[in-house]
């Protein structure tokens, strides 16, 4: 069993988190993350991995760069596009089937947030229902939990990023933290009359939730116990695979098709048989004589 699998079915909570580790006394969040696509991803225009069989090569490249975290993003016939989360080098690994993708600048929301400021994760009480469940929300929080203190990052939090499980899907979404001060004026009096000389004004700050974006959906696939390989710890049994929903479409396309050539076929032997043409269904033979054969 994979060792996050194993350290969520401990009830003891004395034993710090993998994700943390103990320097000169402090503790700090060491996570790294390496972020690749594959060929067929055409929005991101930097180095991409040329192999879609062979992944456990990003174990390796995971090793070069210092990363104990890979995110891979793997395209599939320029139509599909699916997600692998591992914990790299041991494991686990979840592939994820990506849907309803929607960026900022697709969305134009009026929300926004300062670029290198940290999120605050929320998850779903769903979460905590089911083992595989667990092991997801471990994998999110290693790669999207940013740790306080890291290369690049503000020393404070303006957005949150939500994950919320419905109808068997990971809904995602992103949402900026809006700020503003209200003021109230509150009168104090003796023997309810109102003294102005006495009047005080507090400030109070009223906190929004703004959808800025990007927007996914995640459907959960397979979960592997090592990393990018090793048995199969969880199988999802009611997704189906786009293929299959593609090939379903055209099949039922393709037998409408065929019930209407041979409704056709019918209606001609019917108007054969009525004696509505003389030649039993099929076309009459040209006339010799006929003037749209003589004048053309």
């Known amino acids: 069993m994979a060792a996050v699998y194993k350290s969520l079915s401990k ?24 972020i690749l696509t594959s060929r067929g991803v055409t929005y991101r225009h930097d180095a991409k991995l040329d192999t879609k069989t062979k992944l ?18 793997e395209a599939r016939k320029a139509k599909d596009l699916y997600l692998w ?5 041991n494991g686990p690994t979840v592939k994820m089937h990506v849907q309803n993708i929607h960026t900022m600048e697709e969305l134009g929301l009026k929300g926004n947030c300062l670029r290198g400021s940290r999120p605050v994760l929320s998850f779903d009480a769903t979460f905590d229902s089911q083992p595989h469940l667990l092991v997801i929300k471990e994998l999110l929080l290693h790669i999207f939990g940013v740790p306080k203190g890291a290369h690049k990052t503000k020393p404070f939090v303006d957005h949150v990023m939500s994950f919320t499980i419905a109808d068997g899907r990971i809904w995602t979404r992103c949402y900026h933290i809006s700020e503003t001060e209200s003021s109230r004026t509150t009168e104090n009096g003796v023997n309810g009359e109102k003294k102005s000389s006495s ?18 959906v995640l ?11 090793g048995p199969v710890i969880y199988d999802n049994k009611e997704f189906v695979s786009p293929n299959q929903l593609r090939a379903d479409v055209r099949r039922a396309t393709a037998s409408k098709r065929i019930m209407r050539s041979g409704q056709g076929e019918d209606r001609k032997f019917k108007r054969g048989e009525l004696g509505l043409k003389t030649e039993g269904g099929k076309k009459k ?8 054969q003589l004048f053309t």
């Open 11 to 34: 009830p003891d909570g004395t034993k710090q988190p993998e994700r943390l580790s103990k320097v000169n006394g402090t503790t700090k969040n060491r996570q790294r993350v390496l």
């Open 56 to 73: 456990y090569q990003l174990n390796e490249l995971a090793d070069l760069h210092n990363c104990n975290n890979v995110f891979f993003f």
């Open 85 to 89: 989360m591992s914990k790299a080098p």
């Open 199 to 216: 009047s005080k004004r507090t400030q109070e700050t009223d906190v929004q939730l703004e959808e800025i974006g990007p927007k996914f």
């Open 219 to 229: 459907t959960p696939i397979v979960i592997l116990e090592s990393s990018f390989g």
């Open 285 to 292: 033979p040209k006339d010799p004589l006929d003037a749209r």
